[in-house]
């Protein structure tokens, strides 16, 4: 009875278990174009199950953009996953990963810093509207200045 008692309560943990993005944190700087580690582990230290998938997203975050998918199936049990960061990203301090679980169930970062290509432009003020696109990993991003 107590073996039975510990296998469902393994089986409780797989169910329950949460992914926790453990790197990037807030004082985290990247640089686009490097490979950076990110690191996750489950919220209350059980072993993982099934697949994450990884991208990297900017923004308000009440409506963050679609952002770039950097890794698609990774082992979850795998705890880590060292990537490139892509190097069209602009300069800013509102980025944030987010991992999906197999159950469809998104987690994010804290924001972190990216110092990115000094030729393209963030949108940060109310002045300016930015749309981005994602098409098969290449993001395409229409910024609408104002010219007031």
């Keep these: 009875m107590l073996k039975l008692s510990a296998i469902a309560l393994t089986l409780i943990s797989y169910v329950f278990a949460d992914v926790y993005i453990t790197n990037p944190?807030?004082?985290s700087s990247w640089?686009?174009?490097q490979?950076?580690?990110?690191?996750w582990k489950s919220s209350d230290d059980s072993i993982l199950t099934g697949t994450v998938t990884i991208s990297i997203r900017s923004g308000d975050p009440n409506n963050l953009n679609a952002g770039y998918v950097l890794a698609n199936k990774i082992a979850a049990n795998g705890l880590s996953a060292s990537i490139k960061i892509p190097e069209d990203l602009a300069s800013g301090s509102d980025y944030t990963i987010s991992i999906v679980d197999s159950k469809n169930k998104a987690v994010y970062s804290s924001f972190f810093g990216l110092k990115g290509n000094p030729n393209l432009l963030q949108a940060t003020d109310k002045t300016?509207?930015?749309?981005?696109?994602?098409v098969n990993r290449t993001t395409i991003e229409?910024?609408?200045l104002n010219p007031n």
């Design 35 to 39: 490979t950076e580690k990110i690191t």
């Design 142 to 144: 229409f910024i609408h």
């Design 25 to 27: 944190v807030a004082s």
């Design 31 to 33: 640089t686009a174009g």
């Design 128 to 134: 300016t509207a930015s749309t981005t696109t994602v």
